[in-house]
T-cell receptor, first 117, second 114 residues
Framework: KAGVTQTPRYLIKTRGQQVTLSCSPI?????VSWYQQTPGQGLQFLFE???????NKGNFPGRFSGRQFSNSRSEMNVSTLELGDSALYLC????????????????FGPGTRLTVL | KNQVEQSPQSLIILEGKNCTLQ??????????LRWYKQDTGRGPVSLTI?????NTKSNGRYTATLDADTKQSSLHITASQLSDSASYIC?????????????FGGGTRVLVKP
């Protein structure tokens, strides 16, 4: 079974631009969560989508948004990029939700490394 | 404030030796606690998960313990190998009526030297 895939793997943008990141979950998984990882803040939860609906949301500004399609693929968009948005953006999929019990484990993708200049 | 604190921030050990990583949390109400291993440039991979009632869980050379009373967890690596060089992240799930929330520790970076 193929794992979680994220595209692109690397991205360089300038301040003020916008960016869209893509995540394809494991086949059959309906939940997709997005995380931002920086050296200073560690891993931080952005939001979770389940069956095309945002079900959980972290404490990020409205510049960060996402959506999920009927095939469970998800996109994350960041508008008006700031230098502080430079980070590794990770996507994780699970069968049914954000509570990672042993029967509902989250599987992470390799991430998209975003650099804002 | 719900927090997860890990120590030490980094650790250097010799191949074959054991080490223990610590995780203290204030997250409440607690649902479960998971340890992840993250290799450089890759996404985290789950090592163990423990619910409130579990005290210990093993996965090969990795053994996690949980003391829900003191809100402390540890991850013990036995007979370390070079491939154990990675960041280890403690994650606690906060149970909320509005939906569960994951709180991540800052991680411990482990370097195993030959």
């Amino acid at each position: 079974k193929a794992g979680v895939t994220q595209t692109p793997r690397y991205l360089i943008k300038t301040r003020g631009q916008q960016v869209t990141l893509s995540c394809s979950p494991i086949s059959g998984h309906r939940s997709v969560s997005w995380y931002q990882q920086t050296p200073g803040q560690g891993l931080q939860f952005l939001f979770e989508y389940f069956s095309e609906t945002q079900r959980n949301k972290g404490n990020f500004p409205g510049r960060f948004s996402g959506r999920q399609f009927s095939n469970s693929r998800s996109e994350m968009n960041v508008s008006t990029l700031e230098l502080g948005d430079s980070a590794l953006y990770l996507c994780a999929s699970s069968h049914s939700g954000i509570d990672p019990t042993s029967y509902n484990e989250q599987f992470f993708g390799p991430g998209t490394r975003l650099t804002v200049l | 404030k719900n927090q997860v604190e890990q120590s030490p921030q980094s650790l250097i050990i010799l191949e074959g030796k054991n080490c223990t990583l610590q995780c203290n949390y204030t997250v409440s109400p607690f649902s479960n606690l998971r340890w992840y291993k993250q290799d450089t440039g890759r996404g985290p991979v789950s090592l163990t998960i423990m619910t409130f009632s579990e005290n210990t869980k093993s996965n090969g050379r990795y053994t996690a313990t949980l003391d829900a009373d003191t809100k402390q967890s540890s991850l013990h690596i036995t007979a370390s190998q070079l491939s154990d060089s990675a960041s280890y992240i403690c994650v606690v799930t906060l149970r909320r009526a509005a939906g569960n929330k994951l709180t991540f520790g800052g991680g411990t970076r482990v370097l195993v030297k030959p």
